[in-house]
């Protein structure tokens, strides 16, 4: 008799700007935040590359900062979605996903040294995540080694272990909490605001039940607390120059220590009115003292870009501020006092602040975690079981063909081919597989599928109840940003022609029908792009879906049928087929900044050897 399998473990990855936090869910349904090796619940999101070849991430590596910055990365997560990070490390350029892979290394070991062997983990994203920035946390979590189950808005992590936690104690009978669902499952609505290291985010939520559903989303991935410290910075820095008629940020060991003070100095200025910073450069000390309100001018305007953009997300929600029940807040940011103070100026309501700030987020990926595994190995049952009792000719009379009745009135698309071979970032890899099916796919193609079975979740919970609630809860998210096709008019104008409007609840499917530009078109090259402006040179190329050898003899404005499917994480597949000849296009995109699957297989390869601490 084969060994019974063994349910793989999952865990929820909160990867910050400046922290890290992992969580996973317990046996008894709860999530449990899992401490680093060095016993703190978070871990800086900084790295060290030591001259020995060897790499320390967290705490450590931030005091290394100080003596050898040129060694040491912060705020990878800035860049994602760039080709490579902002300068050389050892005279190397370095992609970003491969050193959030480092991190990510890091964090699996440590969770490994309490829980055992972790197979995957659900990875958290600002909800203003742009396509590129996500398909680079996947890619970082490949290079770590990691089965990536899911990549999660932060905003949605967070208020579905707020929602999670209500609807939890509800069931084991400890009804007396703060609720999200109200007793007669009507639903709240949610404002979850997030400030974090380096991102903000602000998302509105209607909670239903177990139903979770983001109704709108706005943010800004260049602002968190990183620009409070710089404010610091450099306000002392200017002290220090009104001094002593020198610049101490020209000095980089001194700006590291600088950088330390600055956040040193907010941190108390959350809980005192005063606090002060002593710089010390060419033997010159000056003691600085700033009070909350000097703080609080000195930084006006960063709150200010937070504020602007809750009024924004709300204009888009088409709700107003007596119809939300509950601010929450998320990301350690939201501790000052400052925030506070807005958001209720603004709501007109005291934010909810009883989740901590800085796990509130990995609790949720850990939740979703449990609950996408779950419904997969459901799934995966139902399917194993199909391709077992159902015999081939049913399932072929049983395909249907896309419904195309959806379609606007024919354009013309860019005919510029394209030969470049598709770079785009293969999909997840799974476990053992146990079974293979055959299954034909809406052109009528054949495909042959393995189908990997895994373990009963369900099993890694002593009480069911945990697995029914957990397999009861849904969330839908909404797109951040509008994706289009950039199509040539008649006039040969190019324009960006927008498939999925920003804020379109997801997952969804768009089919539009577009023309040929020329008679005798063999190929045709689609180019995808986010925003919504009209003019394509205001939106972000983010990729090309190029359909080739198109047969001899096409009239001009034949038909193209592009079809945008957004699942709900918020990665989108891009598909092309002209009408006549069924030939469709390679449906991953061609994204110019994305790594390509050698690229991601060398820069595993590179992970798996290093040593990181
Ligand atoms: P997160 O990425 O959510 O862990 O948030 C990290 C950010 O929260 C960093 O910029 C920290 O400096 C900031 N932070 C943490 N605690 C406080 C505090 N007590 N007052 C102000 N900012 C804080």
């Given at each position: 008799?084969?060994?019974?399998?063994?349910?793989?473990?999952?865990?929820?990855?909160?990867?910050?700007?400046?922290?890290?936090?992992?969580?996973?869910?317990?046996?008894?349904?709860?999530?449990?935040?899992?401490?680093?090796?060095?016993?703190?619940?978070?871990?800086?999101?900084?790295?060290?590359?030591?001259?020995?070849?060897?790499?320390?991430?967290?705490?450590?590596?931030?005091?290394?900062?100080?003596?050898?910055?040129?060694?040491?990365?912060?705020?990878?997560?800035?860049?994602?979605?760039?080709?490579?990070?902002?300068?050389?490390?050892?005279?190397?350029?370095?992609?970003?996903?491969?050193?959030?892979?480092?991190?990510?290394?890091?964090?699996?070991?440590?969770?490994?040294?309490?829980?055992?062997?972790?197979?995957?983990?659900?990875?958290?994203?600002?909800?203003?995540?742009?396509?590129?920035?996500?398909?680079?946390?996947?890619?970082?979590?490949?290079?770590?080694?990691?089965?990536?189950?899911?990549?999660?808005?932060?905003?949605?992590?967070?208020?579905?272990?707020?929602?999670?936690?209500?609807?939890?104690?509800?069931?084991?009978?400890?009804?007396?909490?703060?609720?999200?669902?109200?007793?007669?499952?009507?639903?709240?609505?949610?404002?979850?605001?997030?400030?974090?290291?380096?991102?903000?985010?602000?998302?509105?939520?209607?909670?239903?039940?177990?139903?979770?559903?983001?109704?709108?989303?706005?943010?800004?991935v260049q602002l968190g607390g990183k620009d409070w410290d710089t404010k610091l910075l450099n306000a002392s820095a200017a002290a220090f120059k009104a001094k002593h008629?020198?610049?101490?940020?020209?000095?980089?060991?001194?700006?590291?220590?600088?950088?330390?003070?600055?956040?040193?100095?907010?941190?108390?200025?959350?809980?005192?009115?005063?606090?002060?910073?002593?710089?010390?450069?060419?033997?010159?000390?000056?003691?600085?003292?700033?009070?909350?309100?000097?703080?609080?001018?000195?930084?006006?305007?960063?709150?200010?870009?937070?504020?602007?953009?809750?009024?924004?997300?709300?204009?888009?929600?088409?709700?107003?501020?007596?119809?939300?029940?509950?601010?929450?807040?998320?990301?350690?940011?939201?501790?000052?006092?400052?925030?506070?103070?807005?958001?209720?100026?603004?709501?007109?309501?005291?934010?909810?602040?009883?989740?901590?700030?800085?796990?509130?987020?990995?609790?949720?990926?850990?939740?979703?975690?449990?609950?996408?595994?779950?419904?997969?190995?459901?799934?995966?049952?139902?399917?194993?079981?199909?391709?077992?009792?159902?015999?081939?000719?049913?399932?072929?009379?049983?395909?249907?063909?896309?419904?195309?009745?959806?379609?606007?009135?024919?354009?013309?698309?860019?005919?510029?081919?394209?030969?470049?071979?598709?770079?785009?970032?293969?999909?997840?890899?799974?476990?053992?597989?146990?079974?293979?099916?055959?299954?034909?796919?809406?052109?009528?193609?054949?495909?042959?599928?393995?189908?990997?079975?895994?373990?009963?979740?369900?099993?890694?919970?002593?009480?069911?109840?945990?697995?029914?609630?957990?397999?009861?809860?849904?969330?839908?998210?909404?797109?951040?940003?509008?994706?289009?096709?950039?199509?040539?008019?008649?006039?040969?104008?190019?324009?960006?022609?927008?498939?999925?409007?920003?804020?379109?609840?997801?997952?969804?499917?768009?089919?539009?029908?577009?023309?040929?530009?020329?008679?005798?078109?063999?190929?045709?090259?689609?180019?995808?792009?986010?925003?919504?402006?009209?003019?394509p040179d205001q939106c972000i190329p983010i990729g090309k879906c190029t359909i080739k050898n198109l047969p001899w003899?096409?009239?001009?404005?034949?038909?193209?049928?592009?079809?945008?499917?957004?699942?709900?994480?918020?990665?989108?597949?891009?598909?092309?087929?002209?009408?006549?000849?069924?030939?469709?296009?390679?449906?991953?995109?061609?994204?110019?900044?994305?790594?390509?699957?050698?690229?991601?297989?060398?820069?595993?390869?590179?992970?798996?050897?290093?040593?990181?601490?």
């Open positions: 008799m084969s060994e019974p399998l063994q349910a793989k473990r999952y865990i929820g990855i909160d990867l910050g700007t400046t922290f890290c936090a992992m969580a996973y869910v317990d046996a008894h349904g709860t999530p449990v935040t899992i401490p680093n090796a060095e016993g703190s619940l978070t871990t800086p999101s900084v790295v060290f590359f030591e001259p020995s070849g060897q790499v320390t991430v967290g705490a450590d590596a931030r005091a290394a900062a100080v003596k050898h910055p040129q060694l040491v990365i912060e705020c990878v997560k800035r860049e994602m979605g760039e080709r490579f990070y902002n300068r050389e490390i050892q005279g190397r350029k370095l992609p970003p996903p491969a050193i959030s892979a480092l991190i990510l290394k890091k964090l699996k070991q440590d969770a490994e040294a309490k829980l055992g062997p972790i197979d995957g983990a659900v990875i958290t994203v600002p909800a203003y995540f742009d396509e590129g920035r996500r398909q680079a946390t996947l890619a970082a979590g490949e290079i770590a080694g990691l089965e990536v189950l899911d990549i999660l808005n932060e905003p949605t992590a967070a208020s579905l272990a707020f929602a999670y936690r209500d609807i939890k104690r509800k069931s084991d009978g400890q009804d007396d909490v703060m609720r999200l669902a109200d007793e007669n499952n009507k639903s709240r609505i949610a404002v979850v605001y997030d400030l974090g290291g380096g991102t903000f985010d602000v998302t509105v939520l209607r909670i239903e039940g177990n139903n979770l559903t983001v109704l709108a989303t706005d943010g800004d008629q020198i610049d101490p940020r020209a000095d980089e060991h001194v700006f590291q220590q600088m950088l330390v003070a600055a956040e040193d100095c907010k941190r108390a200025l959350s809980a005192r009115d005063k606090a002060r910073m002593t710089i010390t450069f060419a033997n010159k000390p000056v003691n600085i003292e700033v009070t909350r309100d000097q703080f609080e001018d000195l930084t006006a305007d960063l709150l200010y870009r937070t504020e602007s953009r809750i009024i924004r997300v709300m204009e888009a929600s088409g709700l107003s501020w007596h119809q939300v029940d509950d601010v929450l807040t998320v990301g350690g940011s939201t501790r000052m006092p400052q925030v506070l103070k807005m958001l209720e100026r603004v709501t007109d309501q005291k934010p909810n602040t009883s989740l901590a700030p800085d796990e509130v987020v990995a609790h949720g990926a850990a939740i979703h975690a449990a609950i996408t595994q779950l419904k997969r190995y459901q799934k995966q049952q139902q399917t194993l079981q199909a391709a077992r009792t159902k015999p081939m000719a049913q399932a072929v009379s049983e395909m249907k063909i896309a419904d195309d009745n959806d379609v606007l009135p024919m354009v013309d698309v860019d005919p510029n081919a394209d030969t470049a071979a598709n770079n785009g970032i293969a999909p997840h890899s799974g476990g053992a597989s146990t079974a293979t099916t055959i299954a034909i796919d809406s052109e009528g193609s054949t495909i042959t599928e393995a189908i990997i079975e895994d373990a009963n979740p369900s099993e890694q919970y002593d009480a069911n109840d945990a697995t029914d609630v957990l397999r009861a809860i849904q969330t839908r998210n909404v797109n951040a940003h509008g994706l289009g096709v950039i199509m040539t008019q008649s006039d040969k104008t190019k324009v960006n022609s927008v498939i999925v409007p920003s804020n379109t609840l997801l997952p969804t499917s768009v089919t539009r029908r577009y023309g040929t530009a020329v008679a005798n078109q063999t190929s045709v090259s689609i180019v995808v792009v986010e925003g919504e402006a009209d003019n003899g096409l009239r001009k404005g034949s038909t193209i049928y592009v079809t945008f499917s957004y699942d709900n994480s918020g990665r989108l597949d891009v598909k092309a087929i002209e009408a006549t000849s069924g030939i469709s296009a390679n449906t991953a995109i061609d994204r110019t900044n994305a790594m390509n699957s050698v690229e991601i297989g060398q820069a595993k390869e590179t992970v798996k050897k290093t040593t990181v601490s």
